[in-house]
């Protein structure tokens, strides 16, 4: 795994044992490979420009490498290659600034932007109000363990 503090927060250093419990929790090989970018409005722009045709920022962009289904997650081989979920780019100034317009702990808004972004990568989706449940759930249940709401 790998964090890329291109931004760094207070909670950067916290985000490592965040992802690998997502992992861990969702049943991953524990050589499975995510890497979480934390990045300035700029890049969070011309990333969602160039993915998603949408020349604004956002909170967290997922892009997977593997198009994968939660419950059905690959195994790999012992002397294999390690298992490449993908990359997760979270904009801390935008998690920050809607934390503070809302009333949010900004803290507990970065970790939720994180474990959202890895069950994506994972397969997790919000497309209706059953998949949208599911997903809070779980991220509920992986911030509480780390002492954080999920709002």
Request: glycine share 8%; hydrophobic share 40%.
């Amino acid at each position: 795994m790998t964090i890329l503090d291109d931004h760094p927060t207070r909670i950067s250093g916290k985000l490592d044992a965040l992802v690998r419990d997502v992992l861990a929790d969702q049943g991953l090989p524990d050589r499975t490979e995510v890497t979480v970018h934390t990045v300035d409005i700029g890049v969070m722009t011309d990333r969602n420009s160039e993915a998603f045709g949408r020349a604004e920022p956002t909170d967290v962009l997922s892009f997977p490498v593997e198009q994968l289904s939660p419950g059905s997650i690959p195994g790999i081989a012992d002397d294999g290659p390690p298992l490449m979920l993908g990359d997760v780019f979270i904009s801390p100034d935008i998690v920050f600034e809607r934390a503070a317009r809302n009333g949010f702990d900004a803290e507990s808004e970065l970790a939720l932007m994180a474990v959202h972004g890895v069950l994506h990568l994972i397969g997790y989706d919000h497309t209706d109000d059953a998949s949208a449940d599911v997903m809070e759930a779980i991220e509920a249940r992986i911030l509480e363990r780390h002492g954080w709401e999920r709002r």
